[in-house]
C-alpha cells in the first residue's frame, strides 16, 4: 500500500538525529573519526613497524655511527656536553611527527579517490570541523609513534629525563598538530596518489635535513653555508624540534612555540580555504561520472 | 515554509566549469514518497546535479531546497540519505563500524544508534553479516549497506547516484525494487539517477536529463505517449537522439 504523501513539514521532525551540531555531537563524530584511523594504522602493519624502525634506524645507525665525528658543543637547553644520540632524538621526534603529519595527508588523498571523503563531506558537520577531526586524529596517531620512539630511545640506553616525556608532551602535540597541518593544506593539491611520493619529497627530506635535527644550526654558519643557515631559520620545522628539545628538558622556548602556533593557525587556515574552494571531492576514477 | 512544498525542489539550477555547460537552467521536484529516477546518457550532468544536492558544488545560479533548507545547510544534509556512484564503504572495517562511523558523523550514538542500526540491517538482511569485513561481501550486499547506512539517520530524501554500477541484472533489479518499496512504505522521496533505461520501469515520473538540460519530466506512460515510442527506451532514444531544446521540453 502506497504511504499517505508527507511533505518536507510534516517530516522534518521525523529523524531521530539531533537537529543542530552541537557539542555531542561534534564529540561522537571526532570520536569516530580518531577511532576509525586508529583502527587503520593499527591494523597496517608495516606502517606500524616502519613507525618505530624508522627513527630507530637513524638512531642506531647515523647517531651512533657519527658519534665520534660530530662534536657538540654545551648549547641551551644542554647544561653540559651531551652525546650525538642525546642531542638527535629531539630532531628523530620530529621526523617521527612529520612523516605521520605528511603519511596522514596521503590518508586524505587516498580517502579522496576512493570516494570516503564524499561521505565525509556530505556528513551535516561545517567542513572546518571535518578537517580538524582529522587534524587532531592524525596528531594522536603522531605522538602514540613519538612515546614508542622514545621508549626505543630509552631501551638502546639514550638518557633522556623522564620528566622530560611528561615536560614534551604538549609540544609534541603542538609540532604534530603543525605539521598534520601542513599536510592537510598540501593534500588539497595532491590530486592523486601517484603523485604524492615526489611532492612528499620535497617537503619532508628539505624541511628535515635544513634544522636543526641532525646538528646546530651553528653548523651552517661555520660551514661558509649561509643561505642553509638562513633557509633554516625560515623552516618552522627547525622551531618545533626546538620547542620539543627545550621541553625534553623542562624548558619552555618562547620563540619556537610562538612559530609552530602560528604554522599551525596559518596552515590550517589555507587547508580550509583550500577544501572550500577546491570542492567537490576528486571525481571518480569511471567513465560513467558526469 | 509551504506544506505543500517537495522535499526536494530544484529552480533554473544552472553549472559551468571552464566554458562547458554542465547544467543548463533545470528544474526538478521531488515529493514525499516519488519515486523519480532522473534518466541521462553519461555526460548529462547527472553527476554535477547530485554534487550539488549535496552541498559538494556551489552552483553557479538558481536555487535547490531540501527539506526547506539550502545545500549544504545541517538541516539540509540530514534530511539526505545519499548513495554514491563510487563505492564508499570502509572496505577494511565490518559492517556494523560502517554503520556506527556514519551514525557518528550524523550525530547519533548509544541505544538509538544500535537500534537503528538492527532495524536497519534486518531490513536489508545483513543481520548475520554485520560483523564481517565489507571487503568479504559481495558487490550487491557491499550496495544493501550502502543503501543501509544511508537509511540509517531516517533521511526523507534519498539520492542513488548510478547506485547499480557494477551490479548483475539480478542484483540491479532486486535494489531497485527495494527502493522502491521504501519510497512507498515509508514516504521517502527518492531521486534516482540512471543511464540504464530498464531501471525507469518502476518510476513515479521520469526526468530525462541530457546535455545539462531537461528534456522531459513525465510519467513512464506519459513519456512515450507524448513521444509515439511504444516503449520507454525507444523514447529515451528518440528524445536524446533529437536533442530537443528545452523550449520544447514535453
Known amino acids: 500500500m502506497r504511504a499517505q504523501p508527507m511533505t518536507a513539514e510534516a517530516i522534518s521532525g521525523r529523524t531521530g538525529?539531533?537537529?543542530?551540531?552541537?557539542?555531542?555531537?561534534a564529540a561522537r563524530a571526532l570520536g569516530a573519526i580518531v577511532q576509525r584511523d586508529l583502527f587503520r594504522f593499527v591494523h597496517q602493519r608495516g606502517r606500524l613497524v616502519a613507525a618505530v624502525v624508522r627513527p630507530s634506524l637513524w638512531l642506531l645507525v647515523f647517531a651512533l655511527g657519527f658519534r665520534n665525528v660530530f662534536g657538540v658543543s654545551i648549547i641551551p637547553p644542554y647544561e653540559t656536553y651531551v652525546e650525538y644520540q642525546v642531542y638527535v632524538v629531539p630532531g628523530l621526534l620530529g621526523m617521527v611527527l612529520l612523516f605521520n603529519g605528511m603519511q596522514s595527508s596521503l590518508a586524505m588523498v587516498y580517502d579522496r579517490e576512493m570516494g570516503f571523503m564524499r561521505l565525509l563531506l556530505a556528513a551535516p558537520l561545517p567542513r572546518w570541523y571535518l578537517l580538524l577531526s582529522k587534524l587532531?586524529?592524525?596528531?594522536?596517531?603522531s605522538v602514540l609513534q613519538a612515546f614508542g620512539f622514545l621508549a626505543v630511545a630509552a631501551a638502546f640506553g639514550v638518557d633522556i629525563p623522564w620528566m622530560g616525556w611528561l615536560w614534551a608532551l604538549p609540544a609534541l602535540l603542538l609540532v604534530g598538530m603543525m605539521l598534520g597541518a601542513l599536510g592537510l593544506a598540501l593534500s588539497v593539491h595532491i590530486r592523486q596518489i601517484e603523485n604524492f611520493a615526489g611532492a612528499m619529497n620535497f617537503v619532508i627530506f628539505p624541511m628535515f635535513f635544513i634544522s636543526p635535527a641532525l646538528y646546530p644550526l651553528w653548523r651552517f654558519e661555520e660551514a661558509g653555508a649561509?643561505?642553509?643557515?638562513?633557509?633554516?631559520?625560515l623552516n618552522p620545522f627547525t622551531y618545533g624540534v626546538q620547542l620539543i628539545r627545550f621541553t625534553l628538558y623542562g624548558q619552555f622556548h618562547t620563540l619556537a612555540a610562538a612559530v609552530v602556533g602560528g604554522c599551525l593557525v596559518a596552515f590550517f587556515a589555507l587547508a580550509v580555504a583550500g577544501y572550500r574552494l577546491r570542492s567537490p571531492p576528486a571525481a571518480p576514477r569511471n567513465p560513467q561520472s558526469t | 515554509m509551504d506544506s505543500n512544498r517537495p522535499l526536494l525542489e530544484v529552480t533554473s539550477l544552472a553549472k559551468s566549469y571552464g566554458g562547458r555547460t554542465g547544467l543548463a537552467g533545470i528544474d526538478l521536484a521531488v515529493g514525499a514518497g516519488e519515486f523519480v529516477v532522473l534518466l541521462g546518457p553519461n555526460g548529462a550532468g547527472k553527476t554535477t546535479l547530485f554534487n550539488i544536492l549535496c552541498g559538494l558544488l556551489p552552483p553557479d545560479a538558481g536555487e535547490v531546497r531540501i527539506g526547506g533548507g539550502r545545500p549544504g545547510d545541517a538541516g539540509a544534509r540530514r534530511a539526505l540519505g545519499i548513495v554514491f556512484q563510487q563505492p564508499t564503504l570502509d572496505l577494511d572495517l565490518s559492517v556494523r563500524a560502517n554503520l556506527r562511523f556514519h551514525g557518528a558523523l550524523y550525530g547519533m550514538?548509544?541505544?538509538m544508534l544500535e537500534s537503528r542500526m538492527e532495524e536497519e540491517?534486518?531490513?536489508a538482511g545483513l543481520v548475520e553479516a554485520g560483523r564481517q569485513v565489507c571487503r568479504t561481501l559481495s558487490g550487491g550486499n557491499r550496495r544493501k549497506v550502502e543503501l543501509a547506512r544511508a537509511l540509517l539517520h531516517e533521511p526523507t530524501v534519498l539520492l542513488m547516484d548510478e547506485a547499480t554500477a557494477g551490479l548483475d541484472h539480478a542484483s540491479r533489479r532486486a535494489l531497485v525494487e527495494d527502493v522502491r518499496r521504501l519510497a512507498n512504505r515509508r514516504g521517502v522521496g527518492v531521486l534516482w539517477a540512471t543511464h540504464l533505461v530498464d531501471e525507469?520501469?518502476?518510476?513515479?515520473?521520469i526526468v530525462v536529463l541530457h546535455e545539462g538540460r531537461v528534456l522531459s519530466d513525465?510519467?513512464?506512460a506519459e513519456f512515450t505517449f507524448r513521444t509515439g515510442k511504444p516503449t520507454v527506451d525507444a523514447a529515451f532514444l528518440a528524445i536524446t537522439k533529437a536533442g530537443a531544446p528545452r523550449e520544447s521540453t514535453i
Open chain 2, 200 to 205: 525507469a520501469s518502476e518510476a513515479d515520473r
Open chain 1, 226 to 233: 649561509q643561505i642553509v643557515h638562513v633557509a633554516a631559520q
Open chain 2, 109 to 111: 550514538g548509544g541505544r
Open chain 2, 218 to 220: 513525465a510519467a513512464p
Open chain 1, 17 to 25: 538525529t539531533p537537529s543542530g551540531f552541537g557539542a555531542a555531537h
Open chain 2, 121 to 123: 540491517l534486518a531490513r
Open chain 1, 136 to 141: 587532531v586524529s592524525g596528531t594522536v596517531l
